[in-house]
């Protein structure tokens, strides 16, 4: 980046001058920033047809700002990540900018940019939003324009869409008129897809194309995230059983050509449940004609193919149980069958009832506007308008639970079904559900290996990797389903000590009881295996009401070993599914080098960030 800048510095506050480069960035660690982003690019399009590069930050050639002479407008979506770090894909661009702004010659060098910038984060961590505070605080300083509000959403009660949807609003006011841009629609809707019906279309061995799993072409590797492989499932374990669901699965990866590495991910595509299918279909009066074969167009990439037909769209492709947010309730009820559903459903458009009646009771659109018309269907609500706010079905991460040194053509994965019973509605998580569904499905707890029931799978690198030295010692660190990666660590370790001694592997594991430890007969199996090179420590939450033992406290029991062990080159490794896990694991980590090391707040949070860095603490969570 040139620091030359002959600008006025007042130039881009006071005249509005005409933006040619027009951008939505975002920095996403786990994809929520990177879908605002490509749907505020929509909105801008729709609002003022001006289309923008939608990209990551670290995509973005910053250094050409300042030495272009055109007006740059850049919308930041930026995610909080690690300790009050940006994410993988905004850390570059970040590094760059915050040396660039600790000179105060530079304080002019991105005069030339107005930018917005929304923040995503979670007050459970201290260092709330640290990364959209510090980039807003690094433009501003290299004499970039924001252009107001700055916005901020937060998860902890799962209310971030709602925050962007409101900073939004006045965003877009704000934004249109310093950059001169007229409205060109406000409150009309315009398809983004055209559904028309087609006569059949037959497949070479004569059946319709309705399911992209129809096609054989698809059966040949390589495999990948556009291509998932249809793994037959090998065989199941039941751990517990009922509301709090949890099993094992083990997935055959013969044939495929798919390798996996310890520590990686594997990448599951969920069909949506039949019950739910059939009544999304009749909420929106399509159930009589769900087998009508349609053709979907549009000038956005389509993400199924098409001919298809309503069904395997709502089946395969769609997310109909996707979170439901008050911007499609405000489209959607221009559409209602009649006046008093239109009311009721504006009754909820306050943020206080959207957020009791609708995000705490984790409503589905189609449920919702079934309840508000008393079962009347929506027949005028445009499937496009469908396609658009509920999105694509997302495949769910696992971890992978077996290690690729034991179990090169296996992949294994630990799954706790999500279900839930909120004021008399059950709630099921769509793939949990379904490959338990898929597993048990004969209700027997283990599967005929002769079964062909199969699951569509790919592998997802990720940087949760064991030491590559097995002379390390490891300290690992996790709750519940959070087992799964120490699983396969662990038996990557038994495959290593056969070519001699490996480091120590500490684990610590909390669970609500004895019955509810996973894998605790492989675990004393792996005992006799490795000997005292690893040692367990259980952390029961429920099994004496009068002392709960959460895993934090243990770790903290053993804060000399474990400090011992970090001098001696540890890594740690934090696994679970909350991220009140990962804050609190942050603030012990500090504490430890602070009592045991001796450091200063600053140097403990200095030398956690180091850690990181190096790769020698690493946190996967979901
Ligand atoms: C490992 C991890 C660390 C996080 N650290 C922070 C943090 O330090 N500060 C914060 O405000 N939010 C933090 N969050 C919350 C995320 O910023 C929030 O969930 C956000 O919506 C994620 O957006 P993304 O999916 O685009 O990455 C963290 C989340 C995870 C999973």
């Given at each position: 980046?040139?620091?030359?800048?002959?600008?006025?510095?007042?130039?881009?506050?006071?005249?509005?001058?005409?933006?040619?480069?027009?951008?939505?960035?975002?920095?996403?660690?786990?994809?929520?920033?990177?879908?605002?982003?490509?749907?505020?690019?929509?909105?801008?399009?729709?609002?003022?047809?001006?289309?923008?590069t939608v990209t990551t930050i670290d995509n973005y050639d910053f250094t050409a700002i300042s030495s272009s002479d055109k007006e740059h407008?850049?919308?930041?979506?930026?995610?909080?990540?690690?300790?009050?770090?940006p994410s993988d894909n905004a850390m570059k661009t970040f590094r760059y900018i915050s040396d660039l702004c600790r000179e105060p010659e530079h304080n002019q060098l991105l005069s030339r940019l107005r930018f917005g910038i929304f923040g995503l984060g979670n007050t459970a961590y201290d260092a709330y939003q640290g990364a959209a505070r510090n980039y807003k605080t690094c433009l501003l300083d290299l004499g970039a324009h924001l252009v107001a509000p700055y916005g901020e959403g937060n998860d902890e009660k799962g209310?971030?869409?709602?925050?962007?949807?409101?900073?939004?609003?006045?965003?877009?006011?704000?934004?249109?008129?310093?950059?001169?841009?007229?409205?060109?629609?406000?409150?009309?809707?315009?398809?983004?897809?055209?559904?028309?019906?087609?006569?059949?279309?037959?497949?070479?061995?004569?059946?319709?194309?309705?399911?992209?799993?129809?096609?054989?072409?698809?059966?040949?590797?390589?495999?990948?995230?556009?291509?998932?492989?249809?793994?037959?499932?090998?065989?199941?374990?039941?751990?517990?059983?009922?509301?709090?669901?949890?099993?094992?699965?083990?997935?055959?990866?013969?044939?495929?050509?798919?390798r996996y590495q310890t520590g990686d991910h594997i990448g599951i595509y969920p069909t949506n449940r039949i019950a739910d299918v059939e009544q999304f279909l009749f909420a929106f009066g399509l159930l009589d004609r769900k087998d009508e074969i349609v053709q979907v167009r549009s000038s956005t990439p389509l993400w199924f193919v098409t001919p298809t037909t309503y069904v395997a769209i709502a089946r395969h492709y769609l997310s109909i149980n996707s979170p439901v947010s008050s911007e499609i309730i405000q489209q959607i009820s221009k559409f209602s069958p009649s006046k008093e559903a239109r009311e009721k459903l504006e009754l909820l458009a306050s943020r206080e009832q959207f957020v009791k009646k609708v995000i705490k009771r984790k409503q589905t659109l189609y449920r919702l506007l079934l309840d508000v018309s008393s079962g009347?269907?929506?027949?005028?609500?445009?499937?496009?308008?469908?396609?658009?706010?509920?999105?694509?079905?997302?495949?769910?991460?696992?971890?992978?639970?077996?290690?690729?040194?034991?179990?090169?053509?296996?992949?294994?994965?630990?799954?706790?079904?999500e279900r839930e019973t909120i004021d008399n509605d059950a709630f099921y998580g769509v793939c949990s559900n379904f490959i338990e569904e898929a597993c048990f499905k004969s209700s027997n707890l283990y599967l005929n290996p002769d079964s062909s029931i199969k699951l569509p799978l790919y592998i997802r690198r990720s940087n949760f990797k064991p030491p590559v030295r097995k002379d390390r010692p490891i300290i690992m660190i996790c709750a519940g389903t959070g087992i799964a990666p120490f699983r396969g660590f662990i038996q990557e370790r038994?495959?290593?000590?056969?070519?001699?001694?490996?480091?120590?592997?500490?684990?610590?594991?909390?669970?609500?009881?004895?019955?509810?430890?996973?894998?605790?007969?492989?675990?004393?199996?792996?005992?006799?295996?490795?000997?005292?090179?690893?040692?367990?420590?259980?952390?029961?939450?429920?099994?004496d009401p009068s002392h709960k033992i959460y895993v934090q406290e243990k770790v903290r029991e053993h804060a000399i070993q474990v400090y011992a062990l970090?001098?001696?080159?540890?890594?740690?490794?934090?696994?679970?599914?909350?991220v009140k896990l990962s804050s609190s694991m942050n603030r012990l980590m500090r504490e430890l080098l602070i009592r045991q090391g001796g450091a200063s707040e600053i140097e403990a949070a200095k030398e956690l960030k180091q850690f990181r860095l190096s790769g020698r603490y690493q946190e996967d969570l979901w």
């Open positions: 980046m040139s620091p030359e800048s002959t600008n006025d510095p007042k130039f881009a506050a006071d005249t509005s001058p005409d933006v040619t480069e027009f951008g939505v960035l975002y920095g996403s660690q786990t994809g929520t920033a990177e879908k605002l982003a490509h749907q505020l690019a929509k909105d801008v399009a729709d609002r003022f047809d001006k289309s923008a407008l850049l919308i930041l979506l930026v995610s909080t990540n690690g300790d009050g770090d209310e971030l869409y709602e925050d962007f949807v409101s900073w939004k609003s006045k965003f877009l006011v704000n934004m249109g008129s310093e950059c001169n841009w007229k409205v060109i629609k406000e409150d009309q809707y315009t398809p983004l897809y055209q559904i028309q019906p087609v006569s059949a279309r037959k497949h070479t061995d004569g059946q319709l194309v309705a399911s992209l799993r129809d096609l054989d072409f698809l059966d040949r590797p390589p495999f990948h995230m556009a291509k998932p492989f249809m793994a037959p499932i090998r065989s199941c374990r039941i751990f517990t059983s009922g509301e709090r669901c949890q099993f094992h699965c083990e997935l055959d990866l013969e044939g495929s050509r798919l009347q269907p929506w027949p005028d609500v445009p499937f496009s308008l469908l396609l658009e706010s509920l999105g694509k079905l997302q495949p769910r991460f696992y971890s992978v639970a077996s290690s690729n040194l034991m179990y090169e053509n296996q992949a294994h994965i630990s799954v706790k079904c038994i495959a290593q000590s056969k070519s001699g001694a490996v480091g120590k592997n500490l684990l610590f594991f909390g669970c609500r009881d004895e019955n509810d430890a996973l894998y605790s007969d492989d675990i004393a199996q792996y005992q006799k295996q490795l000997g005292s090179s690893l040692e367990v420590q259980l952390a029961y939450s429920r099994a970090i001098t001696q080159g540890a890594y740690i490794y934090v696994c679970g599914n909350s």
